[in-house]
C-alpha cells in the first residue's frame, strides 16, 4: 500500500470509530433525555400515533388507545369511554398540551418505552410485530366514583374515598371536570380550541380540586387539634375554657361560636360535637404552634399525590397566638383538599397509622404479567393507638348525637366532623364533612368539599350539604 491510500485508509477509520463512538454516546447516554425533549417531534408523532396501552378500574375501562379513521396521520387515537368522570386521575394525552394525571406519571409504562418493559420491546422488534403499552390498573372502585359524582351533582366542589387500612384510593371525585378525549383527538386544531376554551371557561373545569388545589379546611381541621391535644395529654373528658366569644390574644378582634356551646366550659369531647370554635382555638392557643404543626405533618401535610399532580397542605410558618387561635380552627392561613382530609380521618380510624395513598395497584404488560404492583406502605404514625381510639370514639359522638347526623347509615359505625370555611363575603362559604365508616371488618375514609352549593348562604353548612355526599359514597363501599 503506498503512502498516499495508507493516510486515507487511517483517516477514513479515525473518522468511523468517532463517528461510532458519537452514536454510541447518544444511544447511552442521552437516548432518554432526547426521548422526553418535547421538541422531539419524530418520538412525539411516534408516542401518539402508537398503541398505548389502557388505564382500567376493575373491568371498567377510564382510557384506551382505538384505531384512528382513515386518512389519519396517526394509526391510533386516545379515547376515554367514561366522558369527564375519571379525569381528574386520567388526566389527559394531548399532542400539543402534554400529559397529566396518569397519563404523564405512568407516559413510559403505557406508552411502552419503560426499561421495565424491555424484553417485551426487543421481541416486538425481532417479530416485527407493532408495540403496544402496558395496562395501568388503579385502585378506583367505579360504584364509589358514581355515587360520588351523582351526590355531588353540579355542585362545584370534589369527593375523595380511601382504604383506610391500606391507603388505596375508591374515588376521586372533581366537579366541574372536562372529557380528556376531546384534548387528545387526532384533530391538532380541534385539541387546541378545546384546551383554550376549557383554560378560558370561569368554572375551572381542568383543575382537579380533590388533590391539585388546596382550600381552608374549616372545622374539619379540629380534627387535627383535637388530636394534638390528646398527644398532649388531654383526655375526652377535659374540659376546656369555652365563651360564647374570645377574644383573640394581642386583638381587639372577638371569635364567636357558631353553634349553642354555651358561655362556659364543655368538655373536648362535647366541644367537638357541637364544632366549638372558641373551645379549639382556647386548646390550640395553649398548645402552640409546634404542636399542631408537628402533629399536622404526622397527618400527612406534606404529602403529595404525585401521580395525579397533587399539591401538599399548608400550616403557616410562624403565627402568633392570635393567628395560632385561628388556626386551630382551620382558618387564617391553614389549607387543605379533600384528599388530606380524609387521610386524616383514615389515620384516626386505623388506630393512628397513615398509610401512603396510592390510585395504581398493578402494571401489567400486554401479555398480561404484572410488571409492578403496589404493596401499601405505612406514611406515619400519626398518634399513638390509645390515643386514636379516643378519637374515634369522640367522631362518633360527632355523627350520633352532634353537628353530623346526616352521615348515618344503619349497620355500620360512622365517626365523623363537620366544616364550614368563610371566603369572601360576595362568595359562598365552603361546607366540608370527613368521616370514616366501619362495617364487616372494613374501614373506609371520604372527605368531601363543596365550594359552592347550590341553597342560601345562611343554610351552607358540612351536615347539610357535605355530609348525605359522604354518606351516599360510604354506602356505595360498604
Known sequence: ??????????????????????????????????????????????????????????KTVLAISDTSPQGSQFAYRRNYPQGSLYAPVTGYFSYD???????????????????????????DVVTGRSPQGATVETTLDPKAQAAAAQALGHQHGAV????????????????????????????????????????DDPDSPLTNRAAGEIYPPGSTFKLVTAAAALENGMQPSTMVDTPAKLTLPGTTTQLPNESQCGNGQQSLDRALQLSCNTAFANVAIKLGPDALRKQAEKFGWDYKLSDVNGVAARFPADPDPAQTGLSGIGQYDVASNPLHMAMVSAAIANDGKLMTPYVVQTVRAPDLTAVSTTKPKELSQAMSAANAQQLQGMMVNVVSKGTGTNAQINGARVGGKTGTAQTTPDKPPYAWFTAFAEKDNRKIAVAVFVESANVPRSEVGGNVVAAPIAKSVMQALL
Open 97 to 123: 398540551r402534554g400529559t397529566t394525571g396518569l397519563e404523564g406519571a405512568y407516559n413510559a409504562e403505557l406508552a411502552g418505552t419503560s426499561n421495565s418493559l424491555f424484553v417485551r420491546r426487543l421481541v
Open 1 to 58: 500500500m503506498n503512502k498516499p491510500i495508507r493516510r486515507i485508509a487511517v483517516l477514513t477509520m479515525v473518522l468511523f470509530v468517532a463517528l461510532l463512538l458519537n452514536v454510541s454516546q447518544i444511544v447511552v447516554f442521552q437516548q432518554d433525555s432526547l426521548n422526553a425533549n418535547p421538541q422531539n417531534r419524530r418520538v412525539r408523532d411516534e408516542q401518539f400515533g402508537g398503541n398505548r396501552g389502557s388505564i382500567v378500574a376493575g
Open 160 to 199: 375523595v374515598a380511601m382504604d383506610a387500612e391500606t391507603g388505596a384510593v375508591l374515588a376521586m371525585v372533581s366537579s366541574p371536570s372536562y372529557d380528556p378525549s376531546t384534548l387528545s383527538t387526532t384533530d391538532i386544531q380541534s385539541a387546541g380550541q378545546a384546551y383554550g376554551a376549557l383554560l
